[in-house]
């Protein structure tokens, strides 16, 4: 039998077998021998067992994998962020956006808290990247129809820093969900982890959405990288500029005649933007070859 894992949780994992009911599974032992590693969002093999629980036999080719969030098979990733507290660093964006762009994941910023902040810069800095961009409100409900309609029909997961809305979104998407929410440190200023695990969701319109357990500054470090090389073509707005820089293999950092670093000089790109792509580049430069994704 064939099925989706929805969600891995102390060594079972619970698989969708169409009729609402998961199958609590456990993996053979094949699987820690050949260090195969089921995520939430993998197609399976399984058999299911005279008891009711069952058995994974096999996962299927992934269309696309992450760690963090541990997921596989996302349609696109909807990046949570916020201009009010917890106020959103760009760069834990950017980290993630670099992530998808290099594992044929479309990307999506949806900036929760539009009652509290409109996160104007924040919002013109994706949007004139090329990325859909939404602003919403889990509280008010503004902007949760346009996201509705954004995920309908496609496996989605929801991720972002700690206390930005995550839950609260899905809570206002579906109605009856209840998932927890937690409050935002006053002291802090940065949410408490509330999703423990990654989980899918199906929601009425079609949508599968994972919810993840939020991440800060720290966790982004332990994010795969790219090789150097690699990452300019993560930030899709470089791409009319790789090409015209004054000399070949141009890192885009302080080089003479880059047409990148004119395009920022000029507002074509976001000084942010730029900014995470030195940081990620500096990162990458001082794992070893043979760690890099």
């Known amino acids: 039998m064939q099925g989706i894992i929805l969600k891995a949780l102390s060594g079972f994992y619970y698989v969708d077998r169409g009729d609402g009911v998961p199958v609590a599974c456990r993996a053979r032992g094949k699987f820690r021998h050949q260090k195969l590693n089921p995520l939430v969002g993998d197609r399976v093999d399984y058999t299911l067992l005279a008891d009711g ?3 994974l036999d096999g996962i299927l080719p992934r269309k ?3 760690q963090r969030p541990a997921v596989a098979n996302i349609d696109q990733l909807v990046v ?4 009010a507290v917890p106020v959103t660093d760009p760069f834990l964006i950017d980290r993630v956006v670099s992530l998808a762009e290099g594992r044929d994941c479309q990307c999506v910023v949806c900036i929760n808290k539009y009652d509290l902040d409109t996160a104007q ?14 602003r919403v409100s889990a509280e ?9 309609g954004r995920i309908a029909g496609k496996v989605s997961a929801f991720t972002g820093n700690s206390g930005v809305g995550k839950s609260s979104i899905l809570n206002a998407l579906e109605p009856g969900f ?8 006053d002291k802090l200023g940065r949410g408490r982890h509330t999703t423990r695990h990654v989980e899918l969701f199906r929601l ?17 470090d332990r994010m795969e990288l790219r090789r150097p090389e690699e990452l300019q073509y993560t930030f899709r707005e470089f791409a009319p500029y790789l090409n015209r820089c004054r000399f070949t293999g141009c890192a885009h950092i302080k080089e003479k005649g880059c047409a990148v670093l004119q395009a920022v000089a000029d507002g074509a790109i976001a000084p942010s933007r730029h900014a ?15 760690e890099l994704k």
Do not use: C
Request: glycine residues 10%.
């Open 53 to 55: 629980a069952g058995v």
């Open 64 to 66: 696309n994998e992450f």
């Open 80 to 83: 949570i962020a916020s201009g």
């Open 121 to 134: 810069a924040l919002y013109e800095t994706y949007q004139k990247a090329g990325f859909p961009t939404l």
């Open 140 to 148: 008010t409900g503004v902007g949760i129809a346009e996201l509705a």
């Open 178 to 185: 209840h998932l927890q929410t937690g409050q935002v440190s």
């Open 204 to 220: 009425k319109n079609g949508a599968i959405v994972a919810d993840t357990p939020g991440f800060s500054s720290f966790d982004t």
């Open 276 to 290: 995470s792509y030195v940081r990620l580049y500096e990162q990458a430069k001082e794992v070893p070859e043979w």
